[in-house]
């Protein structure tokens, strides 16, 4: 089954102490990218990738690394979390740019993270 | 720079009700337009797509969009309400922007509740 999947699904930490969210997908995807949810805000991207060795900065970087050193993963890194890194966090993939018609966005379903 | 906004956070429907989503966009260059949605505890997939073939977009589950140029809208709408489309609706929009990556952006969001 094509699927993006994120672990773990529910995280709980505390601020300063470094953690990693899993992303991997099975569609041979060029892009991959993390988004984080907030209410009333909708998503907002993070780091997105077009390909291995191939990062760049989202809409909202700040305290958060990524790497792409396979095509099928893409962890997201949070070196020092504080508690307004608490949100919903989503991994996408798609077959090339996902504005391209042709390339719709695959989610993951989804880390919530709780910064304490 | 291109921008989404969706009006209302929440809308409330009877089962068997017209649903109607709204979306307004901003775009200097022809746009391409997404309507994505989010069931509970799950990522989002697409429910339909603009691509300028054709003004009235039919998508997933009966529901369509119709694109309107001159209201720079791209409203959400189905006919009848079912129990099960209870969800969060995402309107996003692409375009290229000055440094030359076109991506997907996403609307805050408007949460569907269905009841009897």
């Known amino acids: 089954e094509a699927q993006v999947t994120q672990n773990p699904r529910y995280l709980i930490t505390v601020t300063g102490k470094k953690l990693t969210v899993t992303c991997s997908q099975n569609?041979?995807?060029?892009?991959m990218s993390w988004y984080r949810q907030d209410p009333g805000l909708g998503l907002r991207q993070i780091y997105y990738s077009m390909n291995v060795e191939a990062t760049d900065k989202g809409d909202v970087p700040e305290g958060y690394k990524v790497s792409r050193k396979e095509k099928r993963n893409f962890p997201l890194i949070l070196e020092s979390p504080s508690p307004n890194q608490t949100s919903l966090y989503f991994c996408?993939?798609?077959?090339?740019?996902?504005?391209?018609?042709?390339?719709?966005?695959?989610f993951g379903n989804g880390t919530r993270l709780t910064v304490t | 720079a291109q921008s989404v906004t969706q009006l209302g956070s929440h809308v409330s429907v009877s089962e068997g009700a017209l649903v109607l989503l709204r979306c307004n966009y901003s775009s200097s260059v022809p746009p391409y337009l997404f309507w994505y949605v989010q069931y509970p505890n799950q990522g989002l997939q697409l429910l339909l797509k603009?691509?300028?073939?054709?003004?009235l977009v039919k998508g997933i589950n009966g529901f369509e969009a119709e694109f309107k140029k001159s209201e720079t809208s791209f409203h959400l709408t189905k006919p009848s309400a079912h129990m099960s489309d209870a969800a969060e609706y995402f309107c996003a929009v692409s375009g290229w922007f000055s440094g030359g990556y076109n991506k997907l952006i996403f609307g805050a969001g408007t949460r569907l509740a269905v009841h009897p």
């Open positions: 996408a993939s798609s077959l090339s740019r996902p504005s391209d018609y042709n390339s719709p966005l695959h």
């Open positions: 603009y691509t300028s073939a054709a003004t």
């Open positions: 569609m041979n995807h060029e892009y």
